[in-house]
């Protein structure tokens, strides 16, 4: 059974930062894409960032360039989100995924995995 579970939210002020990781179990996924995405209440999911198999190439939404860092340890199987400089918009439930569908980009949420999220709230 696959597996991916996020750690590492909570409550932070505003300019704080926090870092997110998601180990996967129960298949390798070092030749896959892998992203993360938040949904704040009553929105919809909206990428936040996405890194390809090697970790050479990283995608991020416009909102998050140059605060956040997406990386990953393919020997453990892991995908990381590093947040600086929170902002109060930041506050959401995020989620990791593993391996988009066949022909989609790693941007859209159109994965075959997901976690079952963590809540990260951003005080002002």
């Known amino acids: 059974q696959v597996q991916l579970v996020e750690s590492g939210g909570g409550l932070v002020q505003a300019g704080g930062s926090l870092r997110l990781s998601c180990p996967a179990t129960g298949r390798s996924f070092s030749h896959d894409a892998m992203g993360w995405f938040r949904q704040a209440p009553g929105k919809e999911r909206d990428f936040v960032a996405a890194?390809?198999?090697?970790?050479?190439?990283?995608y991020y939404a416009n909102s998050v360039k140059g605060r956040f860092t997406i990386s990953r340890d393919n020997a453990k199987n892991t995908v990381y989100l590093q947040m600086n400089s929170l902002k109060p918009e930041d506050t959401a439930v995020y989620y990791c995924?593993?391996?988009?569908?066949?022909?989609?980009?790693?941007?859209?949420?159109?994965?075959?995995?997901w976690g079952q999220g963590t809540q990260v709230t951003v005080s002002s």
């Open positions: 890194i390809d198999w090697s970790g050479n190439s990283k």
């Open positions: 995924a593993a391996a988009p569908r066949r022909g989609e980009p790693p941007t859209v949420p159109l994965y075959d995995y």
